[in-house]
């Protein structure tokens, strides 16, 4: 049995509320977009996933970013987990992430986390990501029980939850 009901769509194109900014499915030909961006917020981002995801590495070549990306857009394809990125209007810049996974730990039916680049934290922008996201989720995904980490449950308690069966 699959997390996600047999007949479900994903989303392709989601607008940001109060902003000229869209969410849509990662690609591996968003490298150029995405490399920079990651890697010019790397050291806030590593203190929020790197303790659960080992993400993102200092040393993270861009090579090993497209892979990662490739990689993405496999899962996203197959339904198995997805990655949204969150571009401008002309999708000439990569300005942060949504993933939604089938759960890790108990207690979830998905699991959702998202960030920014550095230059949008704390901002308007960040606030109507922030307000978007669980929106979107409660009104376009099949969950019931779906987990924002590091928003409604940190990543320490989330690492401290059993593992999902």
Not at 72 to 89: G, M, R, T, V, W
Not at 134 to 158: H, N
């Amino acid at each position: 049995m699959s997390w996600l009901p047999d007949a479900f769509v994903h989303p392709v194109h989601v607008p940001v509320p109060g902003t000229a900014l869209h969410l849509r499915p990662i690609r591996e030909a968003d490298c150029a977009l995405d490399y920079p961006a990651v890697m010019g917020s790397q050291e806030r981002l590593w203190e929020i996933f790197g303790p659960a995801w080992s993400w993102p590495s200092e040393t993270m070549t861009y090579e090993a970013n497209r892979a990662d990306l490739l990689r993405h857009e496999k899962e996203i394809a197959a339904h198995q987990s997805f990655n949204y990125a969150l571009l401008d209007e002309a999708e000439t810049a990569l300005l942060g992430c949504v993933y939604i996974d089938p759960p890790e730990r108990a207690g979830a039916d998905g699991e959702v986390a998202w960030w920014v680049v550095d230059d949008l934290v704390g901002g308007d922008v960040e606030r109507a990501f922030d307000a978007l996201v669980p929106q979107w989720i409660a009104v376009d995904w099949p969950f019931q029980r779906p987990r924002y980490l590091g928003r409604d449950i940190t990543w320490q308690d989330w690492l401290a939850l059993p593992r999902a069966t």
